[in-house]
């Protein structure tokens, strides 16, 4: 019998045709960015950095999920834009996106979880990518990583005070060029006058011939999106408007007079711009962005680092009970941008220095020596949300902190402060100006360190 004839082609050769043709590429979707080691390096640094500095200002980690109800987003007015929100495909009858930003999440779980009996203020943050389907521009990314900080429960001017002091010296820390610009935007109502007022105003002489096609659309409808408007001839007009600060309510204007006395005790340099409104949002009362400044000088308003404001009503708004807050958002991928050529790896391990603080004099006092001694490369801890001294000291036991600075009442008038070896009990009364040389001789500190 003639045997068959074997097919002796092997494997490999059966595979010809992946020789002759590649498959396509398949390229990454528009407007997303990859993140590739030689940048991670970098960007995670930066995120340690955010997440360490965020804990030492006394903010506890959240992290909530990617995917939200849409009427999280669409109750809250800031991205009632459809267009702009990406939709998921889940259970049947559910609304799910992809969360736009990260603030009504973390609102929501503050609700959810019942935070509203933990003692108040409630100081959280968070890092995570949000989506957005924005129109493409450079620095723009439909998916981007935020960090925010937020404050929730807190009506008092100090609140926004603290949160930019961490906001700037995290920036300040990265050696970036950059900054602050704040303005009050007022209540409801100190916007309604404000509104008519500008509405004749773009009325008169031709201006509305100078606006963009989106600006000519808000007319009469949207009139602070108008001052929100990047374009050049919309920048021109504005520059003539009339200015919200005008139009304030007396508990309004204390309530900012109040919040810039508090930046610059804490000598927080800024720069008051009266046509910052941050879009048609929930904000009220105060609110700030942060620009980068370019090698010319020159602040770039089209790249905002973060943004952030007060939301009083924002809270109540998605169910929960009346909550004043404040808070900041910072786009990570630019932070990045902005200080890649500055990078220096972080290595923080070191003893505690603990800073303990009673009464207002003294926390002002304190929060400034404590970024000074931050600075120094001391590794410093506090707990400025505790008035209680004994709860403090506790604190300072728990971080078994190698000694404890006190500043109290009696220390800030005779211009001394108290230093307690927290190993042997030893206290001594040192002169507040000769504190670091003290330190010097009983701390070990990382000269040069300026990430950790
Ligand atoms: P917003 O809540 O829109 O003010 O965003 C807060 C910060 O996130 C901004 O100041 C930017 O740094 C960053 N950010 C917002 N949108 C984008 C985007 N599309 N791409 C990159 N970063 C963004």
Not at 131 to 143: D, I, T
Not at 415 to 432: K, N, P
Request: net charge positive; proline share 4%; glycine share 6%.
């Amino acid at each position: 019998m003639p045997r068959k004839k074997m097919n002796v082609r092997n494997a490999h050769q059966q595979k010809k045709p992946m020789e002759k043709k590649s498959a396509k590429a398949v390229d990454r979707l528009l407007g997303m960015k990859d993140i590739v080691p030689s940048e991670y390096r970098y960007f995670s640094a930066i995120r340690n950095k955010a997440a360490s500095l965020a804990e030492l200002y006394s903010f506890n980690a959240i992290k909530t999920p990617v995917i939200e109800n849409s009427d999280l987003y669409r109750k809250s007015m800031r991205h009632n834009n459809d267009k702009e929100l990406y939709s998921v495909d889940c259970e049947k009858g559910e609304n799910s996106i992809l969360r736009p930003e990260l603030t009504q999440g973390i609102l929501r779980a503050y609700i959810e979880n019942n935070f509203v009996e933990l003692p108040q203020p409630v100081r959280l943050y968070s890092i995570g990518p949000v989506f957005r389907r924005e129109k493409l521009q450079s620095g723009r990314y439909r998916e981007s990583t935020q960090f925010n900080l937020e404050v929730i429960g807190e009506d008092k001017p100090m609140a926004e005070a603290l949160l930019i002091a961490a906001a700037y010296n995290f920036l300040l820390d990265l050696q970036a060029n950059f900054q602050i610009q704040i303005n009050s935007i007022g209540k409801a109502d100190c916007r309604k006058d404000y509104s008519t007022k500008l509405n004749s105003f773009y009325k008169e002489r031709g201006r509305r011939s100078k606006l963009c096609n989106n600006c000519k659309k808000d007319l009469g409808k949207n009139m602070m999106a108008l001052l929100d408007c990047k374009e050049e001839g919309c920048q021109q007009v504005l520059s003539e408007a009339p200015q919200i600060a005008d139009f304030l309510s007396e508990e309004s204007r204390e309530h900012f007079a109040k919040v810039l006395e508090y930046l610059d005790e804490l000598n927080i340099p800024y720069n008051f711009n009266p046509y910052l409104v941050r879009g048609l949002s929930y904000y009220n009362d105060t609110v700030f962005e942060i620009w980068p400044v370019n090698e010319d000088g020159a602040a770039n308003n089209k790249q905002a680092l973060a943004g952030g404001g007060r939301y009083d009503n924002l809270v109540e708004s998605l169910g929960g009970r009346p909550t004043p807050s404040v808070g900041i958002a910072f786009g990570l991928e630019r932070v990045v941008a902005k200080v890649k050529e500055k990078f220096e790896l972080p290595d923080f391990k070191q003893e505690v220095v603990f800073l303990a603080q009673l009464g207002d004099q003294a926390k002002i006092k304190s929060l400034i020596l404590f970024e000074e001694l931050r600075r120094a490369g001391y590794n410093v801890r506090q707990s400025f949300s505790t008035d209680s001294l004994k709860n403090q000291m506790e604190e300072a036991a728990r971080l078994r902190s190698k000694v404890s600075l006190i500043l109290g009442k009696k220390e800030v008038m005779d211009e001394t402060i108290m230093l307690r070896d927290m190993e042997s009990g030893v206290q001594e009364t040192v002169a507040f100006k000769k504190i670091k040389d003290r330190l010097e001789k009983k701390v070990n500190r990382k000269e040069g360190v300026i990430y950790g």
